[in-house]
């Protein structure tokens, strides 16, 4: 027996007081309202309604059943608009804070595509990782080690000028005598690569060849460390190669690291975000996600 339903043609049968009036309320035929109610009777092995040639009145065991069947009515509507709603509920993305509008679009149209509502929410690594971790966010694309990556973004350096357009070896930035009180060159990271696969590797090599702390930076954003790269202060952007062309730069490797550096990428589901979901993102946005993070190619996609 179908109980809500049951209990929904006698909470509306017994409110208009007719089989009629109640059935037409309820959205069901007078027939299916009245096999309903006498089941839900059969059920109880009470009688809930007296019936009359023009009406029909609770009897004392109806009157004392009315209160829980209206709450459980109640209930089965809330269920319903709940599920409605988990269902369009959009699946909260944590992405990198400078992914392109057009590649974030594109990436939208393409979850819909595959029916999944897809709201991103740019962030820096860490606070990706945290809302992540909270479950702010469903999926994140965190920031991991390269051999750990689903996608990879090779890094280097963009110069105003580059001479021979070879590798660019951290050496030439020592500062020599003939500097003077010249500020050092430096070598500009965006927040995006201040984690440490990224990091410390530069960091390492920095102190290994001798250049001061200072000349290894973390900026606020791309836009002002690209502006001091342009403003001729012969300082660089770790970028990737797209990137460097996208600002006017040239793109260079660096000359002491070999591989060089790279962003790594993998997409993380929150605990109860059902698995076959991101799996979904996973495989049918595959070139979307990479076009957001600047991947060429994807593995597992």
Same mark, same amino acid.
């Given at each position: 027996?179908?109980?809500?339903?049951?209990?929904?043609?006698?909470?509306?049968?017994?409110?208009?007081?007719?089989?009629?009036?109640?059935? #037409?309320?309820?959205?069901?035929?007078?027939?299916?309202?009245?096999?309903?109610?006498?089941?839900?009777?059969?059920?109880?092995?009470?009688?809930?309604?007296?019936?009359?040639?023009?009406?029909?009145?609770?009897?004392?065991?109806?009157?004392?059943?009315?209160?829980?069947?209206?709450?459980?009515?109640?209930?089965?509507?809330?269920?319903?608009?709940?599920?409605?709603?988990?269902?369009?509920?959009?699946?909260?993305?944590?992405?990198?804070?400078?992914?392109?509008?057009?590649?974030?679009?594109?990436?939208?149209?393409?979850?819909?595509?595959?029916?999944?509502?897809?709201?991103?929410?740019?962030?820096?690594?860490?606070?990706?990782?945290?809302?992540? +971790?909270?479950?702010?966010?469903? #999926?994140?694309?965190?920031?991991?080690?390269?051999?750990?990556?689903?996608?990879?973004?090779?890094?280097?350096?963009?110069?105003?000028?580059?001479?021979?357009?070879?590798?660019?070896?951290?050496?030439?930035?020592?500062?020599?005598?003939?500097?003077?009180?010249?500020?050092?060159?430096?070598?500009?990271?965006?927040?995006?690569?201040?984690?440490?696969?990224?990091?410390?590797?530069?960091?390492?090599?920095?102190?290994?060849?001798?250049?001061?702390?200072?000349?290894?930076?973390?900026?606020?954003?791309?836009?002002?460390?690209?502006?001091?790269?342009?403003?001729?202060?012969?300082?660089?952007?770790?970028?990737?190669?797209?990137?460097?062309?996208?600002?006017?730069?040239?793109?260079?490797?660096?000359?002491?690291?070999?591989?060089?550096? #790279?962003?790594?990428?993998?997409?993380?589901?929150?605990?109860?975000?059902?698995?076959?979901?991101?799996?979904?993102?996973?495989? +049918?946005?595959?070139?979307?996600?990479?076009?957001?993070?600047?991947?060429?190619?994807?593995?597992?996609?």
């Amino acid at each position: 027996m179908d109980l809500l339903g049951a209990c929904r043609a006698f909470v509306h049968v017994s409110e208009y007081g007719s089989f009629t009036v109640g059935a #037409a309320a309820a959205r069901m035929a007078q027939s299916v309202a009245s096999r309903r109610v006498a089941a839900l009777e059969r059920h109880f092995g009470e009688r809930l309604l007296a019936r009359s040639s023009r009406t029909v009145t609770l009897t004392p065991f109806g009157r004392e059943i009315l209160p829980l069947a209206r709450q459980l009515v109640r209930l089965g509507d809330r269920l319903e608009h709940e599920a409605e709603a988990a269902r369009h509920r959009p699946l909260r993305l944590a992405v990198p804070a400078d992914c392109p509008t057009g590649a974030l679009a594109r990436l939208i149209a393409a979850a819909r595509r595959e029916g999944i509502p897809l709201e991103p929410r740019p962030a820096a690594p860490a606070e990706r990782a945290e809302l992540v +971790g909270s479950r702010e966010v469903r #999926a994140a694309l965190l920031a991991v080690a390269p051999d750990a990556a689903a996608w990879t973004v090779p890094l280097g350096l963009a110069v105003l000028d580059a001479p021979g357009a070879g590798p660019l070896y951290l050496d030439t930035l020592r500062p020599g005598r003939a500097d003077g009180a010249r500020r050092p060159r430096r070598v500009w990271l965006q927040p995006e690569d201040d984690v440490p696969h990224v990091r410390d590797r530069l960091t390492r090599l920095r102190d290994a060849l001798g250049l001061r702390p200072a000349q290894l930076a973390v900026a606020g954003g791309l836009a002002p460390a690209a502006a001091e790269v342009l403003s001729g202060t012969g300082d660089a952007l770790l970028c990737p190669r797209a990137e460097a062309r996208a600002l006017g730069l040239e793109w260079r490797e660096i000359g002491e690291l070999t591989p060089g550096p #790279a962003r790594g990428y993998a997409l993380t589901a929150a605990e109860d975000t059902p698995p076959e979901t991101t799996e979904r993102l996973r495989r +049918g946005c595959g070139h979307e996600l990479a076009a957001c993070i600047g991947a060429r190619h994807t593995n597992g996609t």
